[in-house]
């Protein structure tokens, strides 16, 4: 039984997104794994890029398609985390490293088992639209989303440096 669901950001969202991206931001974490660029737009502009990008005949900057959800929790629909599902890798930035999978969990709400809630319901989403293995990458000291990938049945395949030289690892799990 899932305390989180996953739900295709909408208009309505605006003000709680806002705070969710807030609160990383005040944690000093510029970056939003996950997040399709929430990051770095406004969230109207946001909000039509992840429209734009979750149709192959609407997506025009050469991102492949993608569907990005944000993981809310059902007893008070706060946003708790983001995903993005990509449909392919066939970008060669993410066959070597992004994978098929990006995600995180706000601050304020880690180490409650979410990001392992919010994998699952995203292979259970990745089945769906049709694919049998997804790639996930990480960074090979970010123990969370290591732990996070092995518990949803992650196997390692290799560990390389990322762009930045850091070492990270490679993930591969099988979803037949
Ligand atoms: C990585 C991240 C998604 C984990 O989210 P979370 O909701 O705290 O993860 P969970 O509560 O589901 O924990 C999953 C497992 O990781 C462990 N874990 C979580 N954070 C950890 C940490 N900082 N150090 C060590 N282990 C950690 C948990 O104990 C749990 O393992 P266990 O069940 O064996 O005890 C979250 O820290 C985050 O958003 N980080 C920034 C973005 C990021 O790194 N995204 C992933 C990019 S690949």
Redesign the pocket.
Known sequence: MYDLELVRPTSGHKNSADEFKQE?FSCN?K????SALLDQLGYDAWLDHITNLRNPETEKNGWVVSDTFFAVRKSDSKI??IIDIRHNIGDEFLSKYGGHI??????G???????????KLALEHAKSIGLSRVM????SD??????????CGGVLTETKPYIDEKPMNIYWIELS
């Open positions: 990383f974490e970056v939003i794994n996950g708790i985390g990006g995600y995180a969990v706000r601050p709400e880690r180490r409650k088992g979410y990001a392992t809630q919010m994998l996930l990458g990480c960074y970010n123990w969370g989303s290591i732990r996070t990938i092995e518990k």
